[in-house]
């Protein structure tokens, strides 16, 4: 029974190319969030979404940030013209979306370097 | 709106002693509450959670929580601490009721383990 899974687990992109993240959920999980681990700081929600769906983005930056979750495949967080401040660990987790059981389970994040 | 306060960034204690890691609350609804555990360069593990069942809650490792709704506390503790506890440990809350259960975290709190 496999966990969540993310890919690439380092990533490192030179100012101004994009990143592109993958987290694919477990099994009969239909609910993935993202979320961002700066240096020294908590984890900060960015995203949730379920299948073909963009539920709430209230984290997300405005701009150069998107993120999708197809009908078929992983979830994919894209970072367009990635600038220094976007290095970070961005995990990603899974639930069943069942009312009262939202626990979420989390992958082992993608860490990006911006040189 | 919901937060999380985790006062102190850095706790160390010896070998076979209490673990006492705190952790306050906000929200206007109410909440779940969770602990997650960080090991270097992975992902969040669950440790345990809270749910409106048991204020007193026990979770993996030998670590548990007591919910304090008066002190809007959800403090974890261990009677004896080992080696293998040194991590980063998250408190964590999300709403109640509703699909989405986005999770807001405290800035963490390191715990060392002297021999």
Known sequence: NAGVMQNPRHLVRRRGQEARLRCSPMKGHSHVYWYRQLPEEGLKFMVYLQKENIIDESGMPKERFSAEFPKEGPSILRIQQVVRGDSAAYFCASSPGLAGLNEQYFGPGTRLTVT | ?115
């Open chain 2, 1 to 115: 709106a919901q937060s999380v306060t985790q006062l102190g960034s850095h706790v160390s204690v010896s070998e076979g002693a209490l673990v006492l890691l705190r952790c306050n609350y906000s929200s206007s609804v109410p909440p779940y509450l969770f602990w997650y555990v960080q090991y270097p360069n992975q992902g969040l593990q669950l440790l345990l959670k809270y749910t409106s069942a048991a204020t007193l809650v026990k979770g993996i490792n030998g670590f548990e929580a007591e919910f304090k709704k008066s002190e809007t506390s959800f403090h974890l503790t261990k009677p004896s601490a080992h080696m293998s506890d040194a991590a980063e440990y998250f408190c964590a809350v999300s709403p109640y009721t509703g699909a989405n259960s986005k999770l807001t975290f405290g800035k963490g709190i390191t715990l060392s383990v002297r021999p």
